[in-house]
């Protein structure tokens, strides 16, 4: 299963970033594997719909799930109609995120932010 | 003669200043701009109404004809395309109507269909012609709808343009039109702040400004110490006073209700329009 994660840095100590959609990297982790690559997201420059541009790039690595602590609506609808589905993330430990995911311990994220956060007019 | 009346934050007195500059000018069109809000009509309570849509093209897509080549979604700046799966999304709130996508698109699957985001409300008043813009709840730019008002203007009538608050793209939009801009300040600190705001971007604009001091006080005005210090004309005054702020909590028009008022609001006009044509 290959799990996705936005992150602050490129490491697996690194902290998981509290946005999804404008977070500087992902880690894409296979659990069978047990390996994990990390890709740099382009969407934080966004002029908007980052969250929408970010949530392609987790469908294109062809994630299976998304661990994030928040995930704005536009983003959701594009991941679930995608097939991923998404859990919320608990402390920022990326290890141990991943170890409650793969023993289940992780619950589906509900509260999904509602409209967009770009600039009006 | 096209006159914009803005100020940098809300509750300053915009809608005071504009409704009353069009009320004593007579025949002439007061353009309510603030589409998120608009309120003049409340004053004016226009007759003989009409109201038409305001719509943005917005792209739909084919899914027969589309392949999935994804040149739409890589060129749109606004993320609101995305490949999902095996059909593409359209999300038509993001969407700015540059129409790109259906340009780009080499399998022709794109094409445009018309959204409504508002609506023009078109009356008149004692002689004033009332245009005010309503932007749907929840819809991102109001910059389509204070076009099409613009696009109702003739050229032999003075016009007042409320203005949104703020300084962003929208307040950008409508300044672009006018000839004079008439800043309206508050006598706090906030207020100046955002009165700055507003007085650097007629600047940068190129427009020639000056400041209405609004609800004034006998002790020092912040907004007229920086008027002073950056040399913008101060070209009205205002009193904090009880009567006019009851007349305008009943959204009574001040200079068709009291002669102080039609006085103050007539002398400000011919300042204006003396200004205005430089």
């Known amino acids: 299963m290959r799990v996705a994660m936005p992150i602050e840095g490129q490491s697996l100590e690194s902290a998981i970033c509290q946005s999804f959609g404008r977070s500087p990297y992902y880690l894409f982790y296979d659990t069978e594997e047990s390996f994990g690559d990390y890709k740099e997201n382009s969407a934080p420059a966004s002029l908007g719909g980052a969250g929408i541009k970010a949530a392609q790039l987790i469908l294109d690595e062809k994630a299976d799930v998304l661990l994030t602590p928040r995930c704005g609506e536009n983003a959701a609808q594009v ?43 | 003669m096209k006159i914009a009346v803005l100020s940098g934050k809300g509750g300053t007195g915009k809608t005071l200043v504009s409704v009353n500059l069009a009320a004593a000018a007579g025949d002439s069109v007061y353009v309510d701009c603030d589409v998120e809000e608009p309120n003049g009509r409340l004053f004016f309570k226009p007759e003989n109404l009409k109201t038409w849509s305001v719509s943005v093209p917005v792209p739909q897509v084919d899914p027969d004809k589309c392949t999935g080549c994804r040149v739409c979604v890589e060129f749109c700046k606004y993320n609101a395309l995305a490949w999902v799966g095996d059909r593409l999304k359209i999300f038509s709130d993001l969407c700015h109507s540059c129409g790109g996508c259906s340009i780009l698109c080499p399998e022709g699957a794109l094409t445009e269909e018309e959204r409504e985001i508002g609506r023009i409300e078109g009356g008149s008043s004692r ?45 950008m939009e409508t300044v672009s039109v006018a000839d004079y801009c008439v800043l309206v300040a508050e006598p706090t600190v906030f207020g100046v702040h955002n009165l700055g705001m507003v007085w650097e971007l007629t600047r940068v604009l190129g427009k020639p400004s000056g400041v209405v001091l609004n609800k004034t006080l006998a002790e020092d005005n912040p907004a007229e110490a920086f008027c002073r210090e950056k040399g913008i004309p101060i070209i009205g005054r205002i009193s904090f006073e009880q009567e006019l702020g009851l007349l305008n909590s009943e959204a009574r028009v001040a200079a068709w209700e009291a002669d102080k008022y039609r006085e103050l609001f007539s002398h400000l006009l011919r300042r204006v329009t003396k200004e205005a044509k430089g």
């Open chain 2, 127 to 171: 002689g004033v012609k009332v245009l005010t813009g309503v932007l749907n709840p929840g819809e991102a730019s109001g910059i389509p709808i204070i076009q099409e008002l613009f696009k109702e203007l003739k050229e032999n009538q003075p016009v007042f343009i409320d203005c949104p608050p703020g300084s962003a793209c929208i307040v």
């Open chain 1, 79 to 121: 991941l679930r109609e995608g097939g991923v589905r998404i859990y919320k993330t608990e402390g920022d430990s990326v290890r141990s995120n991943l170890e409650a995911f793969k023993a289940g311990r992780l619950e589906e994220l509900r509260e999904i932010q509602p409209g967009r956060h770009d600039h009006r007019g």
